[in-house]
């Protein structure tokens, strides 16, 4: 039954890569996840219209270590992202929801739009240049990899033989090569970010909840996820 549910969710995930999941190295977390719901999103996958922003002295970091030995810090700026773009049949599977491994989807997810702008050559930020600059397409697939791993390792969340595998090969496949190589940057609307960060203010969780508790009723921005490592 656990093969024939491992070749149903490959199958549905479809024209997957490869990524050497059992040998990637798990890295390390710090910061924490801010995630603001700014409207729906009626497509497949993922779930929900969302935007990362990372708040001072809060930002949610990812240090790993490339195959040349150099040690990476990766940070994401601010971006638009809809959880894991899981297909909405298999989200109910254990460990394939669209937040199931959020702060590895925040990751994984910046580092192809940073690269998006790279690619269109349109202002990237030094950020944006020195982490995705010379990286692989195959590398992004690895830092998924790792990325779950490291949550796995340090008891985050459930160790499980299937979801880490098969989410880490579907970001290697064509799809998201195709995606990679796209040239279509997209920034947060000023509107989006002039609101978002009015709503994070000081950067007080009590301060930004309030806020977003009354633009339940304006339509605001509101603060639906926090995920911290510190």
Known sequence: MRFLMSCLVLLALSACGYVNYKDLKAGSFSGAVHVYW???????????????????????TFTRTRANGEVQVIRPEPFYTDGGSVPKPLQSIGGMSAWGY???YIIHDWLFVARKCV????QPTAHE?????????QESADIMGETIKT???????????LSPVAISWATAGPVSRNLWNEETCVRLHPTHLANIQHLIG??????????????ERTGGPQLVGTISFD
């Open 38 to 60: 700014v409207g729906e999103n009626n497509t497949a996958f993922g779930d929900g219209n969302f935007v990362y922003v990372p708040v001072r002295g809060q930002e949610l």
């Open 102 to 104: 959020a702060p590895a």
């Open 119 to 122: 690619n269109d050559g349109k």
């Open 129 to 137: 240049v020195e982490i995705v600059g010379d990286m692989s397409f």
């Open 151 to 161: 949550l796995i390792e340090s008891n985050r969340v459930k160790r499980r033989e």
């Open 202 to 215: 000081d950067g007080r969780l009590a301060g930004i909840q309030a806020r977003s508790k009354r633009n």
